[in-house]
């Protein structure tokens, strides 16, 4: 068992559905993020918020939405997805924050995703 | 550009022998390195975290840091079969302020031979 959950497990959508992903962690955590997996790839840091601010966006297509409604929850909107963006997203959280060093990163299970 | 390489392996090593596992960053503003373990269809799961040079041992895990070499390895004692699985080596720039992803490596992937 993880402490940072993620739903849905899994994720069927077409092309021009509309659907979010959702995160939560109650470790008081004040930095949380999205990773992008592809199969045998490492994950690839997509957002990062801290302290509920949009810190980075790794030039992520504007389809992907995120969204910080407060310090344990963060979700991920998903409007017009293409087949290429069929993954597994990962949400993760940390103690990092503003002036502190790279606190270890938790992650949840997952979403995996498969856009028709 | 911050890169960091690992050998994808299969590095395959009998049961109860060590493990030895390498990783080299490019960035020399790095502050901060991980070891994630990720077993098949599932998420990467922390194994370790190093910021000064030297070892650092927990259980069966040894993690070392060489910065002027910037080179991470991981060390795996009495290895198990349940320890087969891909190694993500992870490294964070420090920038100072504000939180910042991890880049990982490609994975080794560790096969133990029962």
């Known amino acids: 068992d993880t402490e940072v959950t993620q739903t849905p497990k899994h994720l069927v959508m077409g092309m021009t559905n509309k659907k979010s992903l959702k995160c939560e962690q109650h470790m008081g955590h004040r930095a949380m993020y999205w990773y992008k997996q592809k199969a045998k790839k490492p994950p690839e840091l997509m957002f990062v918020y801290s302290y509920e601010k949009l810190s980075i966006n790794e030039s992520v297509p504007s389809r992907f939405s995120p969204e910080c409604p407060n310090s344990s929850l963060l979700n991920l909107h998903l409007h017009a997805l293409q087949p290429e963006d069929s993954a597994l997203y990962l949400c993760a959280s940390s103690q990092k924050g503003w002036g502190q060093g790279g606190q270890p990163q938790h992650f949840g299970d997952g979403t995996r995703l498969s856009i028709l | 550009q911050k890169e960091v390489e690992q050998n994808s392996g299969p590095l395959s090593v009998p049961e109860g022998a060590i493990a030895s596992l390498n990783c080299t960053y490019s960035d020399r503003g790095s502050q901060s390195f991980f070891w994630y373990r990720q077993y098949s269809g599932k998420s990467p799961e922390l194994i370790m975290s190093i910021y000064s040079n030297g070892d650092k041992e927990d259980g069966r895990f040894t993690a070392q840091l060489n910065k002027a070499s910037q080179y991470v390895s991981l060390l795996i004692r009495d290895s198990q079969p349940s320890d087969s699985a891909t190694y993500l080596c992870?490294?964070?720039?420090?920038?100072?302020?504000?939180?910042?992803?991890?880049?990982f490596g490609k994975g080794t992937h560790l096969i133990i031979q029962p």
């Open positions: 992870a490294v964070i720039l420090d920038s100072g302020g504000g939180a910042d992803g991890l880049t």
